[in-house]
Protein backbone atom coordinates (compact mmCIF):
# COMPACT_ATOMS: atom_id res chain seq x y z
CA UNK A 1 0.00 0.00 0.00
CA UNK A 2 2.84 2.18 0.63
CA UNK A 3 4.04 2.04 -2.32
CA UNK A 4 0.82 2.74 -4.14
CA UNK A 5 0.54 6.18 -1.87
CA UNK A 6 4.13 6.94 -3.31
CA UNK A 7 2.99 6.47 -6.93
CA UNK A 8 -0.85 8.35 -6.36
CA UNK A 9 1.60 11.34 -4.97
CA UNK A 10 3.72 11.00 -8.22
CA UNK A 11 1.00 11.32 -10.59
CA UNK A 12 -1.26 14.18 -8.05
CA UNK A 13 1.98 16.07 -8.13
CA UNK A 14 4.76 15.07 -10.49
CA UNK A 15 8.36 16.24 -9.15
CA UNK A 16 7.41 17.09 -5.87
CA UNK A 17 9.42 16.89 -2.99
CA UNK A 18 8.12 13.87 -2.05
CA UNK A 19 9.50 11.98 -4.96
CA UNK A 20 12.57 14.08 -6.27
CA UNK A 21 16.33 12.38 -6.22
CA UNK A 22 17.27 14.25 -3.00
CA UNK A 23 14.93 11.67 -0.78
CA UNK A 24 17.23 8.92 -1.84
CA UNK A 25 19.99 10.38 0.31
CA UNK A 26 20.78 9.04 2.32
CA UNK A 27 19.52 5.61 0.78
CA UNK A 28 16.30 4.07 2.36
CA UNK A 29 17.49 0.67 2.40
CA UNK A 30 20.31 2.13 4.69
CA UNK A 31 17.79 4.06 7.37
CA UNK A 32 16.70 0.52 7.42
CA UNK A 33 19.32 -1.59 7.77
CA UNK A 34 20.17 1.22 11.18
CA UNK A 35 16.63 0.55 12.46
CA UNK A 36 14.49 3.21 11.23
CA UNK A 37 11.63 1.23 9.72
CA UNK A 38 9.11 4.60 8.86
CA UNK A 39 10.78 8.13 7.17
CA UNK A 40 10.11 10.71 9.60
CA UNK A 41 9.09 12.97 6.49
CA UNK A 42 6.62 11.24 4.99
CA UNK A 43 5.19 8.54 7.79
CA UNK A 44 6.26 5.82 4.92
CA UNK A 45 7.91 2.88 4.98
CA UNK A 46 11.91 3.43 3.63
CA UNK A 47 11.57 0.17 2.16
CA UNK A 48 8.13 1.05 0.51
CA UNK A 49 10.41 4.28 -0.78
CA UNK A 50 13.40 2.08 -2.05
CA UNK A 51 10.67 -0.01 -3.59
CA UNK A 52 9.21 2.53 -5.43
CA UNK A 53 12.62 3.94 -6.54
CA UNK A 54 13.59 0.28 -8.08
CA UNK A 55 10.22 0.33 -10.23
CA UNK A 56 10.27 3.19 -11.41
CA UNK A 57 13.98 3.23 -12.18
CA UNK A 58 12.78 -0.22 -13.77
CA UNK A 59 9.90 2.05 -15.93
CA UNK A 60 12.09 5.15 -16.94
CA UNK A 61 14.73 3.06 -17.99
CA UNK A 62 12.78 1.85 -20.90
CA UNK A 63 10.35 4.48 -21.24
CA UNK A 64 13.67 7.89 -21.17
CA UNK A 65 16.59 6.17 -22.05
CA UNK A 66 17.63 10.00 -23.51
CA UNK A 67 18.35 10.59 -18.96
CA UNK A 68 19.96 8.01 -18.00
CA UNK A 69 22.62 9.62 -16.59
CA UNK A 70 24.37 6.87 -15.02
CA UNK A 71 28.05 6.93 -15.15
CA UNK A 72 29.74 5.07 -18.47
CA UNK A 73 31.55 1.64 -18.04
CA UNK A 74 34.59 1.43 -18.91
CA UNK A 75 34.22 -0.78 -22.05
CA UNK A 76 31.76 1.87 -23.21
CA UNK A 77 34.39 4.69 -22.52
CA UNK A 78 36.70 2.26 -24.38
CA UNK A 79 34.28 1.41 -27.36
CA UNK A 80 33.61 5.50 -27.49
CA UNK A 81 37.38 6.36 -27.56
CA UNK A 82 38.14 3.48 -30.35
CA UNK A 83 35.47 5.22 -32.72
CA UNK A 84 36.98 8.22 -32.32
CA UNK A 85 40.22 6.87 -33.13
CA UNK A 86 39.32 5.49 -35.77
CA UNK A 87 37.12 8.60 -37.32
CA UNK A 88 40.12 10.60 -36.54
CA UNK A 89 42.20 8.38 -38.57
CA UNK A 90 39.77 8.45 -41.32
CA UNK A 91 40.16 12.22 -41.17
CA UNK A 92 43.81 12.51 -41.19
CA UNK A 93 44.02 9.92 -44.40
CA UNK A 94 41.35 12.05 -46.21
CA UNK A 95 43.41 15.29 -45.27
CA UNK A 96 46.90 13.41 -46.57
CA UNK A 97 44.85 12.45 -49.84
CA UNK A 98 43.09 15.99 -50.49
CA UNK A 99 46.94 17.47 -50.41
CA UNK A 100 48.21 14.92 -52.13
Known amino acids: ?3 ARLCVCQVAHPGS ?10 PHVW ?3 SGESIDQ ?7 AH ?4 IFALLGWEKT ?7 PRTVAE ?10 F ?8 RERKA
Do not use: G, N, Q, Y
Not at 50 to 53: C, L, M
Not at 77 to 86: F, G, N, S, T
Not at 88 to 95: L, P, V
Open 50 to 53: AAFW
Open 17 to 26: ECLSSSRMEP
Open 64 to 70: HPEHDDR
Open 88 to 95: ARIAEETC
Open 41 to 47: ESWISHL
Open 77 to 86: RKAELEIDEA
Open 31 to 33: RWW
Open 1 to 3: MSV
